[in-house]
């Protein structure tokens, strides 16, 4: 059962899955947006409520980057399916340990490794502007890509979830070595295979508003469409400055949830 809620708080959960759909085409980190956008407007829903309908929003938009990204961008759909089924199952990890940990102990140890990447990526103007020359990947990186960017990522997004794009975008990067936006749309298609076992799970809960994910939904797909698109004909350089604004973001966020809150 849907909460009775008034247009002008759908119409400004739309607006947030629209702007929430295009950050996470571009380079992740949409959920910043969209979660605490969705606890505002459904006070009253219960937490695994919000989580279920944010879901069922998100992976239309990033359903629709996905393919964007496949159509016009040069992907090893191969690697990234490999590296989307350890983050499934990672992310499944994640969420059955989830309850018995207390997210505040993270959110510092999430604050310095992103600071690190900040600076990392500011002091490395280079970083993901170009790929890696060479032949094949080698079993090494691929090990290590699968491990760090799908079963560890995958295991953060089900534990406490927020920035999990951006991460796999820079673990992409500096594992595998892809230019940003290849990366970006490499990331896309791991968020799928995710975000597919977390609506299942909570769909089967009964945990999904579908009248309000409906018409959000619509609106963050446009938003990953257009997101998408913007990324591939601006380049690694667009990229690389909303990756650093998003970074900056979700430190603020983070900061906010742990000492302002």
Excluded: E
């Excluded at 849907?2 to 759908?10: A, E, G, Y």
């Excluded at 032949?135 to 090990?143: E, I, K, N, Q």
């Excluded at 760090?148 to 295991?155: N, P, T, Y």
């Amino acid at each position: 059962m849907s909460p009775d809620i008034s247009l002008t708080t759908l119409l400004m959960l739309c607006l947030a899955a629209l702007a929430a759909g295009w950050i996470d085409a571009v380079v992740g980190g949409g959920g910043l947006l969209q979660l605490p956008a969705l606890l505002v407007g459904l006070p009253q829903m219960a937490p695994a409520q919000v989580l279920g309908t944010n879901k069922a929003v998100a992976i239309c938009g990033t359903t629709a980057a996905a393919f964007a990204y496949m159509r016009k961008a040069t992907l090893d759909i191969r690697t990234a399916l490999r590296i989307g089924l350890a983050a499934l199952g990672g992310s499944l990890a994640g969420a059955f340990f989830a309850s018995g940990i207390n997210s505040a102990v993270l959110r510092p140890l999430i604050m310095a490794v992103l600071l690190a990447v900040l600076a990392f990526v500011l002091l490395r103007p280079s970083f993901g502007t170009a790929a890696a020359p060479g032949g094949p990947v080698s079993r090494r990186r691929m090990a290590g890509a699968v491990l760090g960017a799908g079963l560890g990522i995958g295991f953060y997004d089900g534990l406490i979830g927020p920035g999990t794009g951006t991460f796999l975008v820079l673990a992409l990067v500096a594992i595998l070595h892809m230019d940003l936006v290849t990366a970006s749309g490499t990331a896309k298609i791991v968020n799928v295979c995710t975000n597919v076992g977390a609506l299942v799970t909570f769909g089967i809960q009964g945990s999904v508003l579908w009248q309000i994910a409906a018409p959000m939904a619509v609106c963050n797909l446009v938003g990953g469409a257009v997101g998408a698109r913007m990324a591939l004909k601006r380049g690694s350089g667009f990229v690389r400055v909303v990756l650093l604004v998003v970074v900056v973001s979700l430190v603020c966020k983070l900061g906010y949830d742990q000492w302002g809150g």
